[in-house]
C-alpha cells in the first residue's frame, strides 16, 4: 500500500508559466513533507520542506502548500524555467517511527518548454 | 549539506554474482542509509547504518542479501549477495536525518 502517492507521473508547462506538482498521502502520522529534485544520473536534492503545523512554505520560486484535512500538499514553481525540468519526488516522515523514517511518491517528470 | 560519493556509478552484473558499493562521506555523521530505486518505483529505505553496530533493515531487506558495513563515520558499504534481474535497481545512500536527508548520486546496477 503506497502511502504516498503522485498520481501524475509526467507534467509539461511552458516556460515562464507556473508549475504544481501533486502529492496525496495517507498516514495521519506524517508530520512533516520535504520535496526532492532529482536530474538525471544524481542523487535527489533537497528542494523545500513544510511542518505539519504550516500551510505554506515559500522559497524564492517554490512554494509547497499543505492541506492537512485532504492529506494533499503541492508544490508550486513560478515562474517555471527550463533548468527545472526534473524529476521531483515528495515524502514524508513519520512521527511514529524513527525520526530517520522517510516514506516517497514514485516522482513527476516536470518538463520545462523553452 | 553533505559531499556523498559512491563507487561504482553504475555496473554491469551477472546473475549469481555480488556487487560492494562504496559511499563516502566529506564529513563525519552519524547515520547513513541505504535507499534503492527500482525501474518506475519511489525510493525505499533498505537499512539504516550506525558507526559500531549492526545495521536495522526495513521489512522485505533482510542482511543475508544485503550485508551493510559502517567501519568509520564518513564511510559505509552495501552489498547486493547472489544478484538476480530483479535486483536491477539505482541504489542510492544518504545521511542527514528525517528534516532533511543528502543523497549520494547513486550507483545504477543492472543484473543479466
Known amino acids: 500500500d503506497q502511502q504516498v502517492k503522485q498520481n501524475s507521473p509526467s507534467l509539461s508547462v511552458q516556460e515562464g508559466r507556473i508549475s504544481i506538482l501533486n502529492c496525496d498521502y495517507t498516514?495521519?502520522?506524517?508530520?512533516?513533507f520535504l520535496w526532492y529534485k532529482k536530474y538525471p544520473a544524481e542523487g535527489p536534492t533537497f528542494l523545500i520542506s513544510?511542518?505539519?503545523?504550516?500551510d505554506k512554505n515559500e522559497d524564492g520560486r517554490f512554494t509547497v502548500f499543505l492541506n492537512k484535512s485532504a492529506k494533499h500538499l503541492s508544490l508550486h514553481i513560478v515562474p517555471s524555467q527550463p533548468g527545472d525540468s526534473a524529476v521531483y519526488f515528495c515524502?514524508?516522515?513519520?512521527?511514529?517511527?524513527?525520526?530517520?523514517?522517510?516514506?516517497f511518491g514514485k516522482g513527476t517528470k516536470l518538463s520545462v518548454i523553452p | 549539506s553533505a559531499v556523498i560519493s559512491q563507487k561504482p556509478s553504475r555496473d554491469i552484473c551477472q546473475r549469481g554474482t555480488s556487487l560492494t558499493i562504496q559511499c563516502q562521506v566529506d564529513?563525519?555523521?552519524?547515520?547513513m542509509f541505504w535507499y534503492r530505486q527500482q525501474p518506475g518505483q519511489s525510493l525505499t529505505l533498505i537499512a539504516t547504518?550506525?558507526?559500531?553496530?549492526?545495521?536495522?533493515?526495513e521489512s522485505g531487506f533482510v542482511i543475508d542479501k544485503f550485508p551493510i558495513s559502517r567501519p568509520n563515520l564518513t564511510f559505509s558499504t552495501l552489498t547486493v549477495s547472489n544478484m538476480s534481474p530483479e535486483d536491477s535497481s539505482i541504489y542510492l545512500c544518504?545521511?542527514?536525518?528525517?528534516?532533511?536527508?543528502?543523497f549520494g548520486p547513486g550507483t545504477r546496477l543492472t543484473v543479466l
Open positions: 564529513s563525519q555523521v552519524t547515520m
Open positions: 513544510i511542518s505539519s503545523i504550516k
Open positions: 498516514n495521519s502520522m506524517f508530520d512533516y
Open positions: 515524502a514524508a516522515r513519520d512521527s511514529g517511527a524513527g525520526s530517520y523514517q522517510l516514506t
Open positions: 547504518a550506525n558507526q559500531g553496530s549492526e545495521a536495522t533493515y
Open positions: 544518504s545521511v542527514g536525518s528525517g528534516y532533511e536527508q543528502f
